[in-house]
């Protein structure tokens, strides 16, 4: 595996190696020592594994404040996205910086998203799978986001109207955001 660091600190894009032949492909997605060795230990304790039927979809910005906050390694298993990363962590140099980048079922990249990030994904294709994990469970009550479209984060998304939960729609702004990380 190829561990390239991001922009953001502690954010990686991960380039596994993938075996091919006339059967199809092997490709080894989560190795604790691996991961370990090039500085991300990490202890997940749950997969999720998401279908947006229509290109177009667009879930995010998401995070969890703490004492729930969660690190996640994200990946495509089918189709495409525009996978965006903001940084939180209100003492770091990139605080409220963000980057993007193409995940999708042919490039088999994945993304690792370090505590104390927001993280959202556009589709690209219909029909996209995508899957992750998390180091942390789900707690409601520290679940919390920022709007996709916020004029402060100015992010450079591929489509201008996309489809939304009702909750994402209402997410807050980035100036409204006091960071607890």
């Known amino acids: 595996m190829e561990f390239i660091e991001t922009t953001l600190p502690g954010a990686y894009l991960i380039k596994p190696k993938v075996f091919r032949d006339e059967r199809g492909f092997f490709v080894e997605s989560w190795n604790e020592k691996v991961f370990a060795e ?16 229509k290109k177009g979809v667009l879930r995010g910005l998401h995070f969890q404040k703490p004492p729930n906050a969660q690190a996640k390694l994200v990946r495509v298993t089918r ?3 525009y996978d965006v990363i903001v940084d939180l962590r209100k003492h770091s140099p990139t605080f409220g910086k963000w980057e993007g ?3 999708s079922g042919e490039n088999f990249q994945m993304l690792f998203i370090p505590r104390g990030f927001a993280h959202a994904y556009c589709t690209l294709e219909d029909n996209t799978e995508f899957m992750y994990k998390v180091d942390g469970f789900y707690a409601p009550e520290s679940d919390s986001g920022i ?11 591929p489509i201008k109207e996309p489809t939304l939960s009702e909750k994402d729609s ?12």
């Open 38 to 53: 090039n500085g991300i230990d990490a202890k997940f304790v749950q997969d999720n594994h998401s279908l947006s039927v």
């Open 79 to 81: 189709g495409k996205v």
């Open 101 to 103: 980048f193409e995940l």
């Open 147 to 157: 709007i996709w479209n916020d004029p402060t984060l100015n992010i450079n998304w």
């Open 170 to 181: 209402k997410l807050q702004y980035f100036k409204d955001f006091n960071s607890p990380f």
